[in-house]
């Protein structure tokens, strides 16, 4: 026994030995084709363009001192996709972060086969061993080469598939192809189509607050053929009703919750909804906010005149009636400081009081964007030193919402303590107590010493818990199905943010070009952003939404589940290979519950009663489509898109909200 145990050893060893031989070699075995040869414009990855022969960076791969002459550079999280058009037998590489990250990074390197998990490193860091992946593919179909930032965020992940070979069958004519990570073209997403009905409807949120004192601004969010006029019962005192414009202003005089009814009449009928206005110190953001911000589609070269342009487009396009509000400029407009250290904008901003005034004529809030670190992110005057001094200017421009980033704060923090890394968002904090303005408070600073966990303790409402996002399926689908966990430390007041949505024409540029991600991908994004109760920003050029655009940012349903007045994060709640069932659950006793093909192949996937909690005959909504499915007695199953998702509510409403 011990000897063929042995011998089996030695057999393994020596095979072990000849793959990772190979790997290093200039030319391919007579059965072999170098990954590299198959169309790498087809992959996805987090950052840059995949590589033939080359790191993420173009230079040599290299590790641990190796340099292979063949292989991807890549960039987690980033997959490729084989269809193998059954002609392969296996597939070897020798993977590993690349040298050039002079041992930052962290990776995972994960070999699916069809559906199947046949091989993963695990985290593995800059500076470890490379390791060597072997994979059987006879009677494979597809294998697919995915990266993941292994939960860290995906900063320095330059992840090499060293000498990466398919072996093919002796005399295979068939060749391996790869195919788009975007799974675009087959299996259309099932949603509505973007049609607001002529009746007036009125739209999220149900519960506003302020701070009794200062400035309260709310647009009643509603829908239906033009012009629409606005009513509102029981308006608590300090605030009056623009009748024409449906603008709610003033100054909330007293502490307390006031349910006030509001009515919106047109031609076709009349409809009516209770709003609950809290009033109470910093009662801002009690749901997530819904808005925009100019970064993914300008960067950080945004104008005035893009920033007003936004303004209308939320209004014209109908967002603002569907309960966006917030119009935020993100960084770019910052220049030096006068004399007497007043934080200056640059030529782009002349006049920022106008351009707040411009945005609240809109019934809009007006958000800005600063660093406690000397410098901001984009290189721009940063706070540090004139926190209390900037909050004062942007109260007196009617800033609405502020994003403090952390960028070159490092420099300046004593060490990496906890407690140095909260102290620049404690200035804020009271900056933002003393001043004359509610502004809803956002911290970026990507989710270090979790944030999660102090967020809420220096007044934030919204705390930034990754790195930057991008419209990658890579990057999106791994920031948000890593949200899970997080949901206990969510609710009124106090958001996990996984970035902004990744819809729309983007591309931070003067030519703003469409997004990278496929439909499907999009309607993952959104129901997942639902689900987990995140703010819903959207970043992409307003003036140019398309038809599904709309179809997918103001589908009500999907708005509603994002704005229930709970403020309850869900979770995943079943995982199966590459296929998750996610719950939420909603203020009327109900769930909402996502079903996510993270796969590339469309795939059936169960939501079992006994993963989410309930029992019995329940009634089955679909979100997306506005259509009731009919009960189900202990599961829903439904086949789902590749990278797509299915958004249901199972459930009877058992506890009514005011109507
Ligand atoms: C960081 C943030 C981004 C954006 C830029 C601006 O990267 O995470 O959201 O604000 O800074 O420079």
Not at 375 to 392: F, L, N, P, V, W
Not at 488 to 505: L, T, V
Not at 594 to 607: M, Y
């Amino acid at each position: 026994m011990l000897r063929f145990l042995v011998i089996f050893m030695a057999m393994a060893f020596t095979a072990f030995a000849q793959e990772a031989e190979l790997l290093k070699g200039a030319d391919a075995p007579a059965n072999g084709m170098w990954v590299e040869q198959l169309d790498l414009s087809k992959m996805s990855q987090g950052y840059g363009t995949s590589q033939a022969a080359r790191s993420i960076v173009g230079k040599p791969i290299t590790l641990k001192g190796v340099v292979y002459p063949h292989g991807v550079g890549t960039h987690a999280d980033g997959a490729m996709v084989i269809d193998l058009k059954g002609a392969a037998e296996r597939f070897i590489a020798m993977v590993g972060v690349d040298d050039e990250t002079a041992g930052k990074g962290s990776v995972s390197f994960d070999v699916w086969v069809g559906d199947t998990l046949a091989a993963s490193t695990g985290t593995m860091h800059g500076g470890d061993a490379p390791k060597l992946l072997s994979v059987d593919l006879r009677g494979a179909q597809q294998v697919t080469l995915e990266t993941t930032d292994a939960g860290d965020g995906n900063g320095f992940d330059h992840a090499d598939w060293g000498g990466a070979l398919l072996l093919l069958k002796p005399g295979a004519t068939a060749k391996p192809e790869s195919l788009a990570t975007a799974v675009a073209t087959d299996d259309a997403p099932q949603i509505a189509p973007f049609a607001d009905a002529l009746e007036p409807v009125i739209h999220p949120p149900r519960i506003v607050g302020a701070t009794p004192g200062r400035p309260f601004l709310f647009l009643i969010p509603a829908t239906g053929e033009a012009p629409l006029t606005y009513a509102a019962d029981n308006l608590p005192p300090g605030l009056a009703l623009d009748t024409a414009t449906g603008i709610v202003s003033g100054s909330l005089l007293g502490i307390g919750t006031t349910q006030v009814k509001l009515i919106v009449r047109n031609a076709k009928g009349e409809t009516s909804r209770t709003l609950t206005i809290v009033g109470g110190e910093r009662k801002l953001a009690l749901t997530p906010p819904m808005g925009w911000n100019s970064w993914y589609v300008w960067g950080p070269m945004i104008t005035d005149a893009q920033m007003r342009a936004a303004a209308d487009a939320m209004v014209s396009s109908g967002l603002a009636a569907h309960g966006y509000q917030y119009v935020n400029i993100d960084d770019g407009w910052e220049a030096g400081r006068d004399a007497e250290g007043n934080i200056q904008t640059n030529e782009r901003f002349p006049d920022m009081s106008s351009l707040g005034d411009y945005i609240h004529a809109r019934g809009l809030k007006f958000g800005i964007y600063t660093s406690p670190g000397p410098k901001t992110c984009g290189g721009y005057m940063g706070s540090y030193r004139h926190e209390a001094q900037d909050i004062r200017a942007y109260a007196e421009w009617g800033v609405d919402f502020v994003k403090h980033d952390w960028c070159s704060y490092g420099g300046i923090a004593k060490d990496k303590s906890l407690e140095e890394m909260i102290k620049p968002y404690r200035h804020l904090q009271t900056a933002l107590e003393t001043c004359s303005r509610d502004m809803v408070y956002s911290l970026c600073q990507y989710g270090m010493g979790d944030v999660w966990k102090w967020g809420a303790d220096v007044n934030a409402n919204l705390w930034r818990t990754t790195g930057d996002s991008g419209d990658t399926w890579g990057i999106m689908s791994s920031i948000g199905f890593k949200q899970d966990g997080l949901e206990k430390f969510a609710g009124p007041g106090r958001w996990n943010d996984p970035d902004m949505i990744q819809s729309g024409m983007l591309g931070m540029a003067a030519a703003p070009r469409p997004t990278h991600l496929a439909p499907n991908e999009q309607v993952t994004q959104m129901t997942l952003w639902a689900i987990i109760a995140a703010p819903l920003l959207l970043s992409c050029d307003l003036t140019q939404l398309g038809a599904f655009d709309k179809a997918l940012l103001m589908n009500d349903e999907i708005i509603e589940i994002n704005q229930d007045v709970l403020g309850q994060q869900g979770n995943r709640r079943a995982i199966d290979g590459r296929t998750e069932v996610w719950a939420r659950p909603l203020s009327d006793g109900t769930l909402a519950v996502g079903l996510f093909n993270r796969g590339v192949a469309k795939k059936e996937i169960t939501a079992r009663w006994s993963d989410l909690g309930i029992e019995g005959k329940q009634p089955v909504r679909d979100i997306w489509q506005h259509k009731d499915l009919g009960e189900c007695a202990d599961a829903f199953k439904v086949e789902v898109p590749g990278h797509g998702a299915v958004f249901v509510k199972i459930g009877i409403p058992t506890i009514s909200q005011p109507s």
